[in-house]
C-alpha cells in the first residue's frame, strides 16, 4: 500500500506541476514577458504555486486537481480538513523534501502512516478519499 500510495502522489505531483507551469507559460506568452529572465519567473513561479497548493489543500476538496483525479486528499492527523497556514508550512518545506537526494520523499516509504517529511513538520498527511 505505501508504494501505492507513494506512486500515487508522484503521478499527482506531475499533474500538479504541468498545469501550474502550463497556466504560468501561457500567462507569459499572452503578457509578452520574457519568461526565461530568472529575476521574473523564479519568484512569480514560487508565488503561484504557493496558492495553487495551499489553497487547494487547505479547500474543501482538500487536494489539489492532480491529489482529487487520482483520489487523494490532505488532512491533518486527526483526518481533518488542513488550514491555510498548515497547508503554507506544508508547501514551503515541500522545497526541502526535495533539496537533498529527494530523501524528505522517499521518507513516504518508510514511515508509519507514509509521511514525507513536509508532512511531518506540517502535522498532515496524504490518504485515499
Known amino acids: 500500500m505505501a508504494i501505492l500510495l507513494f506512486v500515487l502522489r508522484f503521478l499527482a505531483m506531475c499533474i500538479d506541476v504541468g498545469l501550474i507551469y502550463g497556466i504560468y507559460f501561457v500567462f507569459f506568452i499572452l503578457l509578452k514577458v520574457n519568461i526565461f529572465f530568472p529575476n521574473a519567473w523564479i519568484p512569480s513561479i ?10 487547494s489543500e487547505s479547500s474543501r476538496n482538500q487536494a ?7 483520489g ?3 488532512t491533518d492527523l ?9 497547508a503554507t508550512i506544508r508547501y514551503f518545506m515541500r522545497m526541502v523534501s526535495g533539496s537533498i537526494l529527494l ?3 522517499i521518507m513516504a516509504l518508510f514511515t508509519r502512516k507514509n509521511q ?9 498527511l496524504v490518504s485515499f478519499r
Open 72 to 74: 487523494l486528499k490532505v
Open 64 to 70: 489539489t486537481l492532480g491529489k482529487f483525479i487520482l
Open 78 to 86: 486527526s483526518g481533518s480538513q488542513v488550514g491555510f497556514i498548515q
Open 103 to 105: 530523501i524528505g520523499f
Open 46 to 55: 514560487t508565488f503561484i504555486s504557493w496558492l495553487y497548493y495551499s489553497l
Open 116 to 124: 514525507t517529511l513536509h508532512d511531518l513538520v506540517s502535522g498532515s
